[in-house]
């Protein structure tokens, strides 16, 4: 069984305040994908990562994949209310036709005013 | 599109009892999955589908049961409720292997 592990499980910030969320692991992965969720809704898909040393930017939002791909980090810059939510990190591996995903335990992120 | 629609949202049981919850998608994806999310324990893989007639079990498929009859639809049975699959469910689909998973509101089901 591959296990991500993420850190920290809680957060809770200042509006305008720097965060880095991460999510390790002993297993190699094809890609990891970093997912947020909102109370009462399921899970959506921020980005991917495939490649070892990749950085990816969504606004505010900077993804890493560890040069191993075992590890990866998500950096919010300015954090704004907007931003709370769960913030899940799942690893990828293929096999065959299909892949399976196994998701780390979530960092809760509340960002107050 | 609708997406990705589950029914009922909440749901309350007795032990012993058995229902189904709904799972339909409208964006004829192949590939469509159930997850259990507990607090402290994450997305948990409870049984997944490849294509319409083809299941397989995933990481805690004890005391569910599931069919494949058309594209659209994967519904999750439970067969006699127990306390210990009070969770929320979470129906996921994607198009192959290669693409963003879409997920469903959820149910909140107990189990009492």
């Known amino acids: 069984t591959q296990l991500l592990e993420q850190s920290p499980q809680f957060l809770s910030i200042q509006e305008g305040e720097n965060l880095t969320v991460y999510c390790n692991s002993s297993?190699?992965?094809?890609?990891l994908q970093w997912y947020r969720q909102e109370p009462g809704e399921g899970p959506v898909l921020l980005v991917t990562?495939?490649?070892?040393?990749e950085v990816k930017k969504l606004k505010r939002l900077t993804f890493q994949f560890g040069d191993a791909r075992k590890d990866s980090s998500l950096h919010i810059t300015a954090a704004q209310p907007g931003d709370t939510g769960l913030y899940l990190c799942?690893?990828?591996?293929?096999?065959?036709?299909?892949?399976?995903?196994?998701f780390g335990k979530g960092t809760l992120l509340t960002v107050n005013p | 599109n609708a997406g990705v629609t589950q029914t009922p949202k909440f749901q309350v049981l007795k032990t012993g009892q058995s229902m189904t919850l709904q799972c339909a998608q409208d964006?004829?994806?192949?590939?469509m999955s159930w997850y259990r999310q507990d607090p402290g324990m994450g997305l948990r893989l409870i049984h997944y589908?490849?294509?319409?007639?083809?299941?397989d079990q995933g990481e805690v498929p004890n005391g569910y049961n599931v069919s494949r009859s058309t594209t659209e639809d994967f519904p999750l049975r439970l067969l006699s409720a127990a306390p210990s699959q009070t969770s929320v469910y979470f129906c996921?689909?994607?198009?192959?292997?290669?693409?963003?998973?879409?997920f469903g509101p959820g149910t909140r089901l107990t189990v009492l």
């Open positions: 996921a689909s994607r198009q192959d292997s290669y693409n963003e998973q879409f």
């Open positions: 297993s190699v992965f094809s890609s």
């Open positions: 990562v495939v490649t070892g040393g």
């Open positions: 799942a690893g990828v591996i293929f096999g065959g036709s299909n892949y399976k995903l196994t």
């Open positions: 964006m004829n994806h192949e590939y």
């Open positions: 589908s490849v294509g319409a007639g083809i299941t």
